[in-house]
Nanobody, 119 residues
Framework: QVQLVESGGGLVQAGGSLRLSCTAS????????MGWHRQAPGKQRELVAH???????NYADSVKGRFTISRDNAKNTIYLQMTSLKPEDTAVYYC?????????????WGQGTLVTVSS
């Protein structure tokens, strides 16, 4: 069993910053790509950013230049530093990871953390 636990969400004013964290735990052999996604009310879940084990990154156009994804492989953790937040960034943010266990190669999702940006 592998679990992802996110933290760091909350309420912030437009223009403010937040940092999200996501830590994987359990029967992990290695972790491949990890990423952040978000789902706003009434909208589909969308990719925000992802990062490879070699720390190659990719971002949605809507967050480029404002959000930074990073990872600490020793801690099985990724971070999402969010700056210049806008009301349209309001969403539940989920992390996911492609994990190799002794039995399988699985995609695991966290439970989500709510980010609310007030205008």
């Amino acid at each position: 069993q592998v679990q992802l636990v996110e933290s760091g969400g909350g309420l912030v004013q437009a223009g403010g910053s937040l940092r999200l964290s996501c830590t994987a735990s359990g029967s992990i052999v290695t972790i491949n790509n990890m990423g952040w996604h978000r789902q706003a009310p009434g909208k589909q879940r969308e990719l925000v950013a992802h990062i490879s084990p070699e720390e190659n990154t990719n971002y949605a156009d809507s967050v480029k230049g404002r959000f930074t994804i990073s990872r600490d492989n020793a801690k099985n953790t990724i971070y999402l530093q969010m700056t210049s937040l806008k009301p349209e960034d309001t969403a539940v943010y989920y992390c996911d990871a492609l994990v190799v266990t002794k039995e399988a190669y699985v995609e695991v999702w966290g439970q989500g953390t709510l980010v609310t940006v007030s205008s």
